[in-house]
């Protein structure tokens, strides 16, 4: 079994942009360990992305009502995303 999996992702903190491309063959179960584990991360990955975009839309108003600056917004996305 070939699986291809090919995931974009925009950073809209900094505008940058990041692909991943990967091609993963599973024929054994050290294949499969290895496919969860990229699944698990590009899952990470995605949360990551969005949290960070859902705070990003918040104005500085609404983040000061919670508690938040907008430096803080990757240090609590990434830790959202563990």
Same mark, same amino acid.
């Given at each position: 079994?070939? /699986?291809? /999996?090919?995931?974009?992702a925009?950073?809209?903190?900094? &505008? $940058? ?7 993963? #063959?599973c ?5 499969? #360990?290895? @496919? ?6 590009? $899952? ?8 960070? $975009?859902? /705070? ?6 609404? @983040? #000061?009502?919670m &508690? ?8 609590? #996305?990434? &830790? $959202?995303?563990?």
């Open positions: 079994m070939q /699986l291809y /999996l090919s995931c974009t925009t950073n809209t903190v900094v &505008g $940058q942009q990041c692909s991943i491309h990967l091609v993963v #063959a024929r054994r179960r050290k294949d499969k #360990a290895m @496919l969860s584990s990229i699944i698990h991360f590009i $899952q990470r990955w995605k949360r990551y992305g969005h949290d960070v $975009q859902v /705070l990003s839309s918040f104005s500085d108003l609404e @983040l #000061a009502d &508690g938040i600056n907008r430096c803080d917004i990757d240090r609590i #996305a990434r &830790g $959202q995303s563990r």
